[in-house]
T-cell receptor
């Protein structure tokens, strides 16, 4: 039983580059969340999927951030024209049902924008 | 939306000392309350939870009681070990009906270091 996996684990991008971060949730999990964790802070909600439907994207900080989950399993968080303030750990979590079950977190992707 | 105020760290204790990490929250409705832990080099893990007022969550010797009247969910452990060194996060989760989906709101985290 694999847990939530994320790739890459580390990403260095030059300012202005586009990046794509991948999340593989636990098989069969309906709900998928993305969170952003700045250094020394707690995670902050970015967006939520129920199967392939993106039901809440209220936490996305700008229109440079885009997330998708086209087949209701793997999800990708894309950041266009990265800025230094985008440097953070991006966490993915999945849960079995509508999010009212336990959320299982992946190890995160540490993004550094130089 | 929800918000959390968590005891600032870092907290440094000797092994077998008593631990309290304070957490107070504001939330709409009646949230479930969670403590997550992040061990060095590892991902976030659920430590314990409580889903209604006066419930006590417990795990690995840690306890926290859902206090609705004081909107608090303080984490306690009677005798800490070196292996408890980690970052601890308090997080309420709204349980609104209909379109509820369990978004967590995290505190800023409290770093705990336990020395032998």
């Amino acid at each position: 039983g694999a847990g939530v996996s994320q790739s890459p684990r580390y990403k260095v991008a030059k300012r202005g580059q586009d990046v794509a971060l991948r999340c593989d949730p636990i098989s069969g999990h309906v709900s998928l969340f993305w969170y952003q964790q700045a250094l020394g802070q707690g995670p902050e909600f970015l967006t939520y999927f129920q199967n392939e439907a993106q039901l809440d994207k209220s936490g996305l900080p700008s229109d440079r951030f885009f997330a998708e989950r086209p087949e209701g399993s793997v999800s990708t968080l894309k950041i266009q024209r990265t800025q230094q303030e985008d440097s953070a750990v991006y966490l993915c979590a999945s849960s079995l049902d509508r999010g009212l079950e336990e959320q299982y977190f992946g190890p995160g992707t540490r993004l550094t924008v130089t | 939306g929800n918000s959390v105020t968590q005891m600032e760290g870092p907290v440094t204790l000797s092994e077998e000392a008593f631990l309290t990490i304070n957490c107070t929250y504001t939330a709409t409705g009646y949230p479930s309350l969670f403590w997550y832990v992040q061990y060095p080099g590892e991902g976030l893990q659920l430590l314990l939870k409580a889903t209604k007022a006066d419930d006590k969550g417990s795990n690995k010797g840690f306890e926290a009681t859902y206090r609705k009247e004081t909107t608090s969910f303080h984490l306690e452990k009677g005798s800490v070990q070196v292996s408890d060194s980690a970052v601890y996060f308090c997080a309420p989760r709204s349980e609104a009906g209909g379109t509820s989906y369990g978004k967590l709101t995290f505190g800023q985290g409290t770093i705990l270091t336990v020395h032998p």
